[in-house]
C-alpha cells in the first residue's frame, strides 16, 4: 500500500523508488504483485508516465484515507501517553495509603487531571487477574510469583512508644529488655518475633502483648493511647511524632527493611498505570 501511494505520489516509478531507496525493477514487481493479489490493474503504464485507472483511483482514495487514519492515531497515542486519562483501578494497604500514600496521591492527582480514580483500601489479597485493578501496592515481600512486582522503596522500622507510656513502664535500652514490655504483635506469619539490627548485631527478640492486630493503623493508635510498643517505617507515624504522642525508643536499633511493591498482572501497562509507577517510585525512594 505504502509502496503504490509513493508511485503516485512521484508520478512514475523511478523518482519513487529513488525516494524510497529501492531498485526500480523491484518497485515495478512489487508494484505488479499487488495488482495480482488484488485482481485489478491499477496504473497504466507508458514509457514517459503512469496514469490511475479507475481501480487505481478507487484504491489510491482509500489509501490516502487510511494513511491519514493511521497519521490521526499515532497523534492521538502521543496525546494519551503526554497526558494520560482514564479510571486508574488501584487496591492500596489500608493503613500505608492512610497515613502516607494520601498527599502523594493528591499530588499525582494534580499532575495528571484526565485520570479519575477507583482506589480500593482492603487488607486482602486481591486477584489482579480476575478482578479489574491495574497495579496493587503493597508492603512485605510478594506472595505470587506469577505477577510481575516492581520495587517501589524500602522503608526502615524503628520502635516507637508514648511518653505517658515510657513513664509507666520503663525505657527499653536493649532488645532483651523488650521480652519485659507490652509490644504490638502483627496477627500475620512470623508475629510474637521482631529481628532487630544496631550494624554489628542482630537480635531476635519474642515479643508479645494483650494485643494482637491486623491494622498497622489501630497498632499505631493504641501506641499513642500508652498501651504499648510499635516497630512499624517512621513514615507510618510521621504526624504523631510531630505532635509528640510518639517518641522513638531504642535508636541504635531498628527492625528488618520492609519492602514496598506494585504489583501487576502484566507488564504491559497502559500510560496510566506507568506514570503512577513512576511517580511512586520517585516520591518514595531516599
Known sequence: MGLFVEVVKAKGFRGAAEAIGIPNSTLSRRISGLEK???????????????????????????????????????QLGEMLAQPSGVLRVSLPVDFAVTYLAPLIAEFAGLYPGITFDLDLTPRRVDLVGEPFDVAIRMGQPEDSQLIARQLASLESHL???????????????PSDLEKHECFSISKAGAGFWTLRDGKHTAKISVGGRFTINSVGLMRRLATLDMGIVLVPAEVVADDLAGGQLRRVMPAWHGVPMPVYAITETRLLPAKTQRFIEFLRERLEP
Open 37 to 75: 493479489a488484488i485482481g485489478l490493474r491499477l496504473l497504466h503504464r507508458t514509457t514517459r508516465k503512469i496514469e490511475l485507472t479507475e481501480a487505481g483511483k478507487i484504491y489510491f482514495e482509500r489509501c490516502k484515507r487510511i494513511v491519514e487514519e493511521a497519521r490521526l492515531a499515532h497523534e
Open 160 to 174: 516507637y512508644a508514648s511518653p505517658g507510656y515510657l513513664e509507666r513502664a520503663g525505657e527499653p535500652h536493649k
